[in-house]
């Protein structure tokens, strides 16, 4: 189980060094120094990452290929005109290779993280990605646009965060539909949900507008009320056996 992320991480050493032997860097910096601003750097490092890493499957090779090109031309779109250096623009830029290349990574249906947590899970791979894919991207996009490119423009990190946490709780409560807890009975097969949540409930924008859009019936309306059908009619079973067996005896 250890040979493949030992060889992920020599392809992505040996990647990165031959982006430095090739004087990749300097060509970034020289062709796109002059023309991104300290606005744009952030979100641009997150975009290209989650690209790179989302086709790659990998989160460290992203990194390794990532950090020799964007830190010099960090430094130099944080560079003043008077030679002092804007560390923040550094910080920010580093900040969000790591969140892109982990974000890539998580979305991505070749990555090893995201086919060992489907196997583990006993869930088809297909629908794993399928279903965690919205809600990385929800969240991505939510981080991009507040914590990336509001915070490059001067604002505060702390608002650029608290807006974002609003905006995320503001959809899950909104946009989001209550599942509910399913109970395996003791055979393993016939178990029992929830009872105080509607299993074909919809979110509340979908209540507001009285029209279902995205929330899905977990169950059909008519197995709904079998339950109850099956309930009467293993009482009726169990009265009439208990019968029998007492005209029986």
């Not at 088809?124 to 399928?130: G, K, Q, S, T």
């Not at 959809?171 to 299993?199: A, C, H, N, Q, S």
């Amino acid at each position: 189980m250890m040979i493949e992320p030992i060889l992920i991480l020599l392809w992505a050493w040996a990647i990165g060094a031959v982006v430095i032997d090739l004087y990749t860097p300097d060509w970034i910096v020289n062709s796109l120094g002059d023309s991104l601003t300290e606005t744009e750097l952030p979100g641009l490092c997150f975009l290209i990452g989650a690209l790179i890493s989302f086709f790659v499957g990998t989160s460290w090779g992203t990194m390794a290929i990532m950090f020799p090109l964007v830190v010099p031309l960090a430094v130099n779109v944080g560079t003043k005109d008077n030679g002092d250096i804007e560390t923040r623009v550094i910080i920010h830029s580093i900040a969000t290779i790591l969140a892109g290349s982990v974000f890539g990574d998580h979305c991505s249906p070749i990555s090893d993280t995201t086919v060992l947590s489907s196997i583990a899970s006993g869930c088809p791979h297909e629908d794993h990605v399928a279903t965690q894919f919205p809600y990385a991207v929800t969240v991505g996009l939510v981080s991009v646009i507040f914590c990336d490119f509001c915070v490059g423009a001067g604002a505060p990190s702390i608002v650029g965060m608290l807006v974002a946490s609003i905006v995320l709780a503001g959809l899950v409560f909104g946009l989001g539909t209550r599942v509910p807890t399913y109970t395996p009975g003791e055979d393993g097969k016939d178990g029992t949900l929830e009872e105080d949540v509607d299993p074909n409930g919809m979110s509340p924008f979908e209540n507001l507008i009285g029209r279902r859009i995205w929330s899905e019936k977990y169950v059909d309306d008519e197995d709904l009320e079998m339950p109850s059908t099956a309930n009467v009619n293993d009482e009726e079973s169990t009265k009439v056996a208990a019968e029998t067996a007492i005209s029986s005896e």
